[in-house]
C-alpha cells in the first residue's frame, strides 16, 4: 500500500532526529490528520511558582537539551518549552508524563515546534518591571501612571500597566508596569511605601 508519510528525505532523517533544529515530520494518518513528532514539548498548566529545577526534576528520567519557561509582564504564565535530546526521547516524555501531576497541578503536554520555542524565548527575553501592591481595586491604569510621574516614564503608558486578577475575575490588589531599564527601577522603588489614594503602595522591583 502507498505510504502518504510528508517527512525530510529518508536519506537525511537519522540525522535530523538527533538535531534539535530539525525542522518537526508531519505524518498523516489514516483519518487524514497530521501527527506532529518533534524532540520539542510544550506544557501547560505549570504552577506560577514553578522553576527550571522543579522541571528537570519533572524530566530526570528524560535527557534535557533546553528549557524555556515562558512569561509575561514578570510572571509566568503557566506555560512551558521543553527541548529532548531527540524525538524518540521526546515521544517517551510525552507518553510518560502527560497529566501527571508536578506538586499539586497536573500537567497536559504537546508535541511542539523549535521555531514556537524560539518564539516563546523571545517574547520571554529579558524586561524591567516594577510589581505593585496593596492597590484599591478601584484604582485605574491612569491612577497608576500619575502615581509614578513625573519621575518614572513607564513603557507603552497605560498599556504598560497590567493588572493581575483572581481565579473568579476579581482584581487582586496589584498590578505590574513596565519600564524602561534598571535605573528606572531604581527611580520607581523609591516610591515604595508612598500612598495612592488611601493605601500605601508596596513595590517589588522583578525582571521577565
Same mark, same amino acid.
Given at each position: 500500500m502507498q505510504n502518504d508519510t510528508v517527512s525530510p528525505d529518508t536519506s537525511s532523517t537519522q540525522d535530523n532526529q538527533d538535531n534539535i533544529n530539525t525542522s518537526q515530520a508531519l505524518k498523516v494518518d489514516s483519518t487524514g490528520q497530521q501527527e506532529q513528532h518533534s524532540?520539542?514539548?510544550?506544557?501547560? &498548566?505549570?504552577?506560577? *511558582? @514553578?522553576a527550571e529545577q522543579d522541571l528537570r526534576e519533572f524530566f530526570k528520567d528524560f535527557e534535557i537539551v533546553d528549557i524555556v519557561i515562558c512569561t509575561r509582564h514578570g510572571r509566568t504564565t503557566g506555560d512551558a518549552f521543553v527541548s529532548l535530546q531527540n524525538n524518540a526521547v521526546a515521544a517517551g516524555a510525552l507518553t510518560a508524563l502527560n497529566y501527571e501531576f508536578l506538586g499539586t497541578r497536573y500537567i497536559e503536554i504537546f508535541y511542539a515546534s523549535a521555531v514556537d520555542m524560539e518564539n516563546a524565548k523571545s517574547m520571554s527575553k529579558k524586561g524591567y518591571f516594577v510589581r505593585l501592591r496593596g492597590l484599591p481595586f478601584n484604582a485605574s491604569g491612569r491612577?497608576?501612571?500619575?502615581?509614578?510621574?513625573?519621575?518614572?516614564?513607564?513603557?507603552? !503608558? $497605560?498599556? !504598560?500597566v497590567v493588572f493581575t486578577y483572581s481565579e473568579d475575575g476579581r482584581l487582586? !490588589?496589584?498590578?505590574?508596569?513596565?519600564?524602561?531599564?534598571?535605573?528606572?527601577?531604581?527611580? *520607581?522603588?523609591?516610591?515604595?511605601?508612598?500612598?495612592? &489614594?488611601?493605601?500605601? $503602595?508596596?513595590?517589588? !522591583? @522583578?525582571?521577565a
Open positions: 524532540s520539542v514539548l510544550r506544557l501547560r &498548566g505549570l504552577s506560577y *511558582a @514553578c491612577e497608576v501612571l500619575k502615581f509614578f510621574l513625573p519621575d518614572v516614564e513607564v513603557v507603552k !503608558g $497605560i498599556d !504598560g487582586t !490588589g496589584e498590578a505590574f508596569v513596565e519600564l524602561q531599564d534598571e535605573d528606572s527601577v531604581s527611580k *520607581a522603588m523609591s516610591k515604595h511605601k508612598n500612598r495612592l &489614594g488611601n493605601r500605601y $503602595i508596596e513595590l517589588v !522591583g @522583578c525582571t
